[in-house]
């Protein structure tokens, strides 16, 4: 059995201004993201992982520096993953949500987004396809163990909708805030939602506890 942390980064500058980043470069941190990025410290502890993937925009490096430097982990160690970089979102990169929601496609965006396909940049299909295909290589690669995703809001949504068999069109009733953690258990080809968009809890416990895939009776004891 093998355990997914998936982090969205933190609070951006960019997130602040109402601003859809994408894949602009140079998106740096608000001040509440770099407090949120030192909570982790706490949050993730000790964790041990068997291998860490890190989208390579700046602001989900920036997330996880903290901790690292705690842990004295070298930025050598960390597998950068194109497979869970953020929604290449073509021409509305760097645009105002407000008013991208004035748009046409903003309905279809948030109704049926297996249809849609940004303009000059990818669909969400592809998205879902690519980052499933870097979950199923991180997992299968540790063979147990705790593996650590630090990716994007619409990636994370769109890896627990597969992984939970939802439909796409559905992702949009999940809610991945910046800096939440989302737990994914994974065992012989299928995968338990532990938490979603926690921002609360110390994650230490992951490593300490073995957890039984088997679906209990009454919802089982949860953990001490």
């Not at 998936?6 to 994408?22: F, I």
């Not at 990025?37 to 920036?62: N, V």
């Not at 870097?134 to 705790?146: A, D, N, P, Q, R």
């Not at 939602?193 to 609360?200: A, E, F, I, K, Q």
Request: hydrophobic residues 40%; aromatic residues 6%; charged residues 30%.
């Amino acid at each position: 059995m093998t355990t997914v942390i998936l982090l969205r980064h933190a609070h951006s500058v960019a997130n602040e201004k109402g601003v859809l980043a994408g894949r602009t470069p140079g998106i740096m941190l608000s001040k509440k993201g770099a407090t949120q990025a030192e909570d982790l410290i706490k949050r993730l502890g000790s964790l041990t992982f068997k291998e860490i993937r890190i989208s390579p925009l700046e602001r989900c490096y920036l997330t996880l520096e903290p901790w690292l430097a705690a842990q004295k982990i070298s930025r050598k160690a960390l597998i950068l993953d194109e497979g869970i970089s953020e929604v290449d979102y073509g021409q509305w990169t760097g645009k105002k949500l407000t008013l991208l929601a004035l748009k046409k496609e903003w309905r279809v965006v948030q109704k049926t987004p297996s249809k849609m396909v940004f303009p000059e940049g990818e669909s969400l299909l592809d998205v879902q396809r690519r980052a499933k295909k870097s979950l199923l290589k991180s997992v299968e690669k540790s063979k147990g163990g705790v593996v650590l995703l630090v990716s994007h809001g619409d990636v994370i949504k769109a890896i627990v909708a597969d992984a939970l068999n939802m439909e796409l069109d559905k992702f949009q009733k999940i809610v991945i805030d910046p800096a939440s953690i989302t737990v994914l258990d994974y065992n012989k080809g299928d995968f338990r939602l532990l938490h979603l968009n926690d921002s609360s809890t110390n994650f230490e416990y992951l490593e300490k506890k073995s957890r039984s895939m088997k679906t209990l009776v009454g919802g089982g004891s949860g953990r001490t």
